[in-house]
Antibody, heavy 116, light 112 residues
Framework: QVKLLQSGAALVKPGASVKMSCKAS????????VSWVKQSHGKSLEWIGE????????NFNEKFKGKATLTVDKSTSTAYMELSRLTSEDSAIYYCTRDYSGFDYWGQGVMVTVSS | DVVLTQTPSTLSATIGQSVSISCRSS???????????LYWYLQRPGQSPQLLIY???NLGSGVPNRFSGSGSGTDFTLKISGVEAEDLGVYYC?????????FGAGTKLELK
């Protein structure tokens, strides 16, 4: 069955970067876009951007350009998101999702806490 | 960006009651090819969101048929015909017609 397994929670200092992973299984990784979604504490959802594993093509929400970098490793069916120059506003849960007529599968989420 | 306005923000229901959630868009979600990219998700407490409805009215895989979606243009509705305990959580609409994809603020369904 389709699974998206994300890396564990991260505690990072302001100004640092964090890179999280999303390992896909149960389907052909290169055939579907992977999107990333942010959920700040107790709040709604924000779409960060998406990547097409087959080509590496990306699309971003303008708000996250320069903040988020999306990459993939096709050999391990893993998508990555790196967030740079972290501030308290980046503290949130980050989800990876498979994009096929909506976000039909979601990872379990990565909680990122930015604190000194 | 497209703004999706969900009402109500909180919904109290008894088991078996039928309820509806509205999602209104600041722009038409009908694209030039005739497609409307409007989705509904449920996020149960402590869980990741899950897809309920895609393309306005199509049930996601494994979603019970007490859920239904309808609407067009800028006005959309999610209906639950007979709330069950497992339906409690926060419901979000999302549009993917216009970049960037955007979500509504959510509607919390709780037991009365």
């Amino acid at each position: 069955q389709v699974k998206l397994l994300q890396s564990g929670a991260a505690l990072v200092k302001p100004g640092a970067s964090v890179k999280m992973s999303c390992k896909a299984s149960g389907y052909t990784f290169t055939d579907y876009w992977v999107s990333w979604v942010k959920q700040s504490h107790g709040k709604s959802l924000e779409w960060i951007g998406e990547i097409y594993p087959n080509s590496g093509a990306t699309n971003f929400n303008e708000k996250f350009k320069g903040k988020a970098t999306l990459t993939v490793d096709k050999s391990t069916s893993t998508a990555y998101m790196e967030l740079s120059r972290l501030t308290s506003e980046d503290s949130a849960i980050y989800y990876c999702t498979r994009d096929y007529s909506g976000f039909d599968y979601w990872g379990q989420g990565v909680m990122v806490t930015v604190s000194s | 960006d497209v703004v999706l306005t969900q009402t109500p923000s909180t919904l109290s229901a008894t088991i078996g009651q039928s309820v509806s959630i509205s999602c209104r868009s600041s722009q038409s979600l009908l694209d030039s090819a005739g497609n409307t990219y409007l989705y509904w998700y449920l996020q149960r407490p402590g869980q990741s969101p899950q897809l309920l409805i895609y393309l306005v009215s199509n049930l996601g895989s494994g979603v019970p048929n007490r859920f239904s979606g309808s609407g067009s243009g800028t006005d959309f509705t999610l209906k639950i015909s007979g709330v069950e305990a497992e339906d409690l959580g926060v419901y979000y609409c999302m549009q993917a017609t216009h970049a960037p994809y955007t979500f509504g603020a959510g509607t919390k369904l709780e037991l009365k």
